[in-house]
């Protein structure tokens, strides 16, 4: 079953290929060697809009120099000094990239948003869901919001260096964050004009990228419930980043942006969202995205929903400095809990603690940028501390709690710098 938004129109529309402006040449061969493929062009695992690249390309699709990236895998973090002389948000070309599997190439023209489950006047199927095309969506109205999307396990290789601790997963430094203008249909818009009904309780979106096998494990496509408050509350169905179509390693056509959430609840390339009267549950919060270990029940703490506080400063580990001369530091810090309200900085490894000057806070969903003019005395090695609060009194500690998938590394990061 359809819904006619606003103008009648038909899904029958044009069906030819986005153009190719602004893909990389990589992404260029892929999509390329898909249209070469010909018949299975826009069905995946029955799932129809999306295209699976040839398994010998890159996994991620835009560029990943070395000056702005660390990569692992299908995972890629931004550097930090790849912030210096940037403005508020983080340009796409250094947005951290996270791909449990790779990136879908996906067309507009063919992609459809469906919706379904108990949670929906009628309860519509799964086979006969109800479904919006990328035009009407484009027609809604339509919010921004500045928000961070970080990775559950930012900073994690810091349980490991900082306090000799075993996890496992990726080894991120602190660049699995970013900050964009996401610009899209609030998910309740789009859930209200699918028949919300007041028993709703999760909703569930769920990615057209590749299923994820884990231990020999397939667990599916990707996706994660969410109680149907936050998703009704301030969460956006995007398809703009920082005023450009979204692109396709961010989750082209649309993708979820959960403020404040961890990352995993920002489901890219979303195909379809199902609405349910009661909870829903998926691999991606009982067997991760919860905290195991020594204090944890054995099935784990309850799905984590919100980040925690973190800071880190525009420069490279182990920068090179000179002494005599005033340095101006930069940095930024955040919280899923809301705004910041007091960052302090030691250059002293943590004996002594000075205010850094605020600089911008767009709001409660992103950073806080910070200044602080430093001027080493003498040559030799530092480690420079920036800890933040933010407006519910959470603070970074001096150790993290520990867990063994290593998520949440909220300690205050000791940073090395050498001055010369
Ligand atoms: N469909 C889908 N959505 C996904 C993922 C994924 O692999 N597949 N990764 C998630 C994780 S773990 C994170 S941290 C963010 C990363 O978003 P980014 O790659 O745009 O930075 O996307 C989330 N959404
Ligand atoms: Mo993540």
């Not at 490279?316 to 919280?335: D, E, F, I, K, V």
Request: proline residues 7%; charged residues 20%.
């Amino acid at each position: 079953m359809g819904v006619d938004l606003i103008d009648g129109s038909s899904y029958e529309r044009d069906r030819a290929p986005r153009g190719a402006g602004g893909i990389s040449r990589r992404s260029l061969l892929r999509y390329t060697a898909m249209a070469g493929a010909g018949a299975g062009l826009g069905l995946v695992g029955g799932m129809a809009g999306s295209a699976s690249a040839d398994d010998t390309s890159e996994p991620i699709v835009k560029p990943l120099p070395p000056e702005l990236f660390t990569v692992f895998g299908s995972n890629a973090e931004m550097k930090w000094e790849a912030m210096q002389g940037q403005g508020y948000t983080t340009p796409i070309d250094r947005f951290f990239v996270r791909d449990h599997t790779r990136t879908p190439l996906i067309e507009a023209a063919t992609w459809r948003l469906k919706l379904w489950g108990t949670g929906l006047r009628g309860a519509p199927t799964e086979a006969a869901p109800i479904e919006f095309d990328y035009d009407q969506l484009r027609r809604l109205p339509a919010e921004t919001v500045t928000a961070f999307i970080e990775c559950t396990g930012n900073g994690r290789s810091f349980y490991t260096s900082q306090q000799q601790q075993t996890v496992t997963g990726t080894a991120w430094g602190l660049g699995a964050v970013g900050v964009a203008r996401w610009r899209g249909v609030p998910l309740r818009t789009v859930l209200e004009l699918a028949g919300l009904s007041h028993h709703a309780v999760d909703v569930m979106p769920r990615g057209l990228d590749d299923e994820w096998t884990d231990a020999g494990v397939n667990h599916g496509h990707v996706r994660r419930p969410l109680p149907v408050t936050k998703a009704s509350r301030d969460v956006l169905l995007a398809y703009e980043m920082n005023g450009e179509p979204l692109p396709p390693d961010h989750g082209f056509p649309v993708r979820l942006v959960v403020p404040n959430w961890i990352g995993i609840a920002s489901i890219k390339w979303v195909g379809d969202i199902q609405v349910s009267d009661h909870q829903l549950s998926s691999p991606w919060d009982t067997q991760y995205y919860r905290l195991f270990g020594p204090g944890y029940p054995a099935e784990g703490s309850p799905p984590i929903t919100r980040q925690v506080t973190k800071s880190a400063f525009e420069l490279p580990r182990q920068a090179q400095l000179s002494a005599g001369r005033t340095h101006m530091l930069h940095g930024r810090s955040w919280s899923g809990n809301g705004r910041i309200l007091r960052v302090e900085i030691s250059t002293d490894g943590g004996t002594t603690w000075h205010q850094a000057h605020r600089q911008e806070q767009e709001g409660h969903r992103a950073w806080l940028r910070w200044t602080f003019p430093w001027r080493p005395a003498h040559q030799g090695p530092y480690e420079l501390l920036a800890r933040a609060v933010d407006e519910t009194g959470h603070a970074q500690p001096d150790t993290a709690r520990y867990n063994t998938l290593g998520y949440l590394f909220d300690a205050v990061v000791r940073h090395p710098v050498t001055v010369s």
